[in-house]
């Protein structure tokens, strides 16, 4: 079992900053990648960005160039660095991990709202 919480989500101006933070919790030593999903009302959840332990990242050609993840390990931590967000960003936004059994676990999500 992996605990997932995220924070970091508010309310900010199109153009501006926010960081999520995912802390993973429980047995995490069996976590083999990290992402980040984003679901809008009417629409499914998609994944923006996911990170391997292997060190490879993907990210979603909507958030390309804007999002960064990256991860302290030692605290088991993943991070979502969002830069020039846009109004079409808004969404909750939602932790995700596999682990070697490919069962995957997820956080309650966080909101963020990108006025315009």
């Known amino acids: 079992q992996v605990l997932l919480e995220e924070s970091g989500g508010g309310l900010v101006q199109a153009g501006g900053s926010l960081r999520l933070t995912c802390v993973a919790s429980?047995?995490?030593?069996?976590?083999?990648?990290w992402a980040w999903y984003r679901q809008v009302p009417g629409k499914e959840r998609e994944s923006i960005a996911t990170f391997s332990l292997t060190g490879n990242t993907n990210y979603a050609d909507s958030v390309k160039g804007r999002f960064v993840v990256s991860r302290n390990s030692a605290k088991d931590t993943v991070y979502l660095q969002m830069n020039s967000l846009k109004p079409e960003d808004t969404g909750v936004y939602y932790c995700?991990?596999?682990?070697?059994?490919?069962?995957?676990?997820w956080g309650q999500g966080t909101q963020v709202t990108v006025s315009s």
């Open positions: 429980g047995n995490t030593f069996r976590i083999n990648s």
């Open positions: 995700n991990i596999e682990d070697w059994r490919q069962d995957n676990y």
